[in-house]
């Protein structure tokens, strides 16, 4: 007997087929792990540095010029903002 003709006989052996595979998947969806998802939390790295009586040309180009030349090597740098004020800097 072929497949079309069982299942046209048979309507209520399909539906309960599909309802039992619907089931078994949405099962085997709550319980199985999912360990390959990606952390999509990025990490965000500050550095304020404090240079008291400085004036921010002197702290950018002693302190900030020199931080962002050693940061830029690291891996996975989308974006460097350095601010330099009276007496502070910082850098993310």
Do not use: C
């Amino acid at each position: 007997m072929n497949l079309i003709k069982l299942s046209i006989q048979r309507p209520i052996a399909v539906i309960a087929a599909v309802i039992l595979a619907v089931l078994f998947g949405l099962v085997a969806l709550n319980t199985i792990p999912i360990q390959l998802a990606p952390d999509l939390h990025r990490p965000i790295i500050t550095i304020s540095t404090n240079w008291y009586g400085a004036a921010p040309s002197e702290i950018e180009r002693e302190i900030l010029n020199r931080q962002e030349e050693a940061l830029k090597g690291l891996e996975g740098l989308k974006r460097m903002v350095g601010n330099a004020q009276d007496g502070r800097s910082q850098i993310e």
